[in-house]
């Protein structure tokens, strides 16, 4: 079977629920201050400038092991990351495509959960709680929200089109960790309580690579949340965002 010839995934930069939901967690708080949807939350100043040195990174890419398209999650922190990472590429002289806009690469939908930390579930939902802890992390489905086999489900509808339409392109993915994670389930058919050992060492951090290179016809880890491209370099000149 075709496939594409190599399929990047890089996680958006750190986020605004990011920042609030760490400091939630560490001061014991019930609320975090955030309001609105997941799928709006903004970059942090931190966000934009990971966003920046994968600008660099890219702009550092030999000819060719750049991807061809860049495909971004609809969500505002995704687009931001491939906006401030393709402009700091130009900048330095290697034009990027845009990114086109699939929606199945949006962030795991939590339904009734959405933006709520584990504290604020407790305390508003006991029952979903006690079901989460039940059911666990992987097999949960929130009310109106997906489990993770929900979200494989939509992942590989993309994986079969990349595939059929992109065969032996160089594809660059912008979306979430728990793409990333899923992704990994479905190409090296991993089971979701292997993929959490896995994550408990080696987490996805922010803007971090994961990357698949076509080998034998298929495709084969070549990196996992990677993140040697956050080191600043000597000459780097990072602006954050506003």
């Known amino acids: 079977m075709d496939t594409v010839a190599e399929l990047a995934l890089v996680r958006h930069g750190q986020s605004l629920a990011n920042v609030a939901f760490a400091d939630a967690h560490a001061r014991g708080l019930a609320d975090h201050?955030?309001?609105?949807?997941?799928?709006?939350?903004?970059?942090?100043?931190?966000?934009?400038?990971?966003?920046?040195?994968?600008?660099?990174?890219?702009?550092?890419?030999?000819?060719?092991?750049?991807?061809?398209?860049?495909?971004?999650?609809?969500?505002?922190?995704?687009?931001?990351?491939?906006?401030?990472?393709?402009?700091?590429?130009?900048?330095?002289?290697?034009?990027?495509?845009?990114?086109?806009?699939?929606?199945?690469?949006?962030?795991?939908?939590?339904?009734?959960?959405?933006?709520?930390?584990?504290?604020?579930?407790a305390q508003r939902f006991p029952a979903e709680a006690a079901r989460l802890a039940a059911d666990g992390e992987f097999t949960y489905r929130p009310p109106g929200g997906e489990s993770f086999d929900d979200i494989a489900r939509r992942l590989r509808a993309v994986l079969a089109d990349l595939h059929t339409q992109h065969a032996g392109r160089r594809v660059l993915l912008i979306a979430h960790d728990a793409v990333v994670v899923v992704m990994r389930h479905l190409i090296e058919d991993l089971a979701f309580d292997d993929l959490a050992t896995i994550i408990a060492a080696t987490p996805v951090a922010n803007t971090s690579l994961t990357r698949y290179e076509r080998r034998a016809g298929a495709l084969t880890l070549a990196e996992f949340a990677a993140t040697p491209h956050l080191t600043p370099g000597k000459d780097d000149h990072v602006h954050p965002g506003k």
């Open 33 to 121: 201050g955030l309001t609105g949807r997941d799928a709006d939350i903004e970059l942090s100043p931190l966000g934009w400038e990971q966003a920046t040195r994968l600008g660099h990174w890219l702009a550092d890419l030999p000819a060719d092991r750049r991807p061809d398209l860049v495909i971004s999650s609809p969500y505002v922190r995704a687009q931001q990351t491939w906006s401030r990472a393709a402009e700091t590429a130009s900048g330095l002289g290697v034009p990027y495509p845009d990114a086109s806009t699939d929606h199945r690469l949006c962030d795991r939908l939590m339904g009734d959960l959405e933006l709520l930390t584990t504290v604020m579930i």
